[in-house]
């Protein structure tokens, strides 16, 4: 396996890229790191050491808290060989007024790539512009490739393609996941609808891009304020919960304007008999999705979580290997 994902990444160029948005990816490089989170399951799941990156150290700065994430990479990285290094912002000087300039050129002494979880995706473009090393984009609140990269695994298992499929993402348009999903679903040959409230509607650069990737791979790219409408026949449903991270106080609010745009049984109708659900967690049972669906027959958020793994492992090994 090692020989031919050599040969592959030789051609494909990953060593020492950033992954901070599925767009700065081609539909062969996604897909191939598709298949290098597959192989990399298999061999985990048959206890085969697989130490490809043996004596490499990631840095994760986490300034967002997060249970997935931090597990996700920790494990990987170990089940890869190597270490990460936990920094939250009280751990390190980002967190007293050091620039992210002299963070990244400091951290690029000092270990061999750097996973970045935070609020502005501007501080993550910044650190990486800086950095020598790779900088891996594990949420801000812009976009969520990671996340994403799992979502495309997840969905890939479970239906056995991408290409051709409709997605449908409901809920709030504006956020990390609806764009990720935007940028990553196109790049795949998948047909994809958000239906969102207005004012809750995706960035209307990310969406412009997306409707031109679409071109070039057969997408089509659907925004809407009907969730009936944008769920009709989909193969996969996705949501997110409708207050975000940092968006606590908007809560209240937030809960009038979504209420017409929870997943439930009767949304879901609209989709097709075999559709599978995705939720990225944590989530909100009775909001922005009811029990019956994330705990029922065509719910794989569980798979979707542990997947993360190893889409994030395929992603070190790639970067760094």
């Known amino acids: 396996m090692a020989e031919v994902i050599q040969l592959n990444e030789e051609i494909l160029q990953f060593k020492g890229k950033d992954f901070l948005q599925l767009s700065d990816y081609t539909p062969e490089e996604i897909l191939y790191m598709l298949d290098v989170a597959k192989e990399l ?103 969520h490739p990671t996340q994403v990269l799992a979502d495309l695994l997840t969905i890939q298992e479970h239906k056995g393609k991408l290409a051709g499929l409709k997605l449908c993402y409901v809920g709030d348009g504006n956020n990390n996941m609806a764009h990720s999903l935007l940028e990553g679903a196109v790049k795949v040959g998948m047909d994809i609808s958000i239906a969102s409230p207005s004012g809750y509607l995706p960035d209307g650069t990310i969406t412009e891009k997306a409707i031109k990737a679409g071109t070039e791979t057969g997408s089509t790219v659907m925004i809407t304020n009907d969730p009936v409408k944008a769920i009709q026949d989909a193969d996969v449903v996705v949501t997110d919960v409708w207050a975000s991270m940092g968006q606590e106080a908007e809560a209240g609010e937030r809960l009038k304007a979504f209420e017409a745009y929870q997943v439930n049984e009767a949304l879901c109708k609209h989709a097709k008999e075999d559709y599978i659900f995705l939720h990225c967690l944590p989530a909100h049972r009775g909001e922005e999705v009811t029990a019956e669906i994330i705990d029922g027959p065509h719910s794989v958020v569980f798979d979707e979580a542990e997947n993360r793994l190893h889409a994030q492992k395929a992603i070190l090994k790639l970067l760094l290997n």
């Open 41 to 143: 399951k298999a061999l985990q799941k048959q206890g085969k050491p697989h130490p490809y990156l043996a004596g490499k150290v990631l840095g994760m700065i986490f300034e967002k808290s997060s249970t997935r994430t931090r597990v996700s990479f920790e494990v990987g990285m170990l089940q890869l060989g190597g270490h990460a290094i936990f920094l939250s912002s009280k751990d390190i000087q980002l967190g007293r007024g050091e620039t992210i300039s002299d963070t990244a050129k400091v951290l690029s002494r000092y270990v061999d790539a750097i996973m970045i979880r935070t609020f502005s995706h501007a501080s993550v473009e910044e650190l990486a512009f800086n950095a020598t090393i790779p900088v891996i984009n594990g949420l801000t609140d812009l976009q």
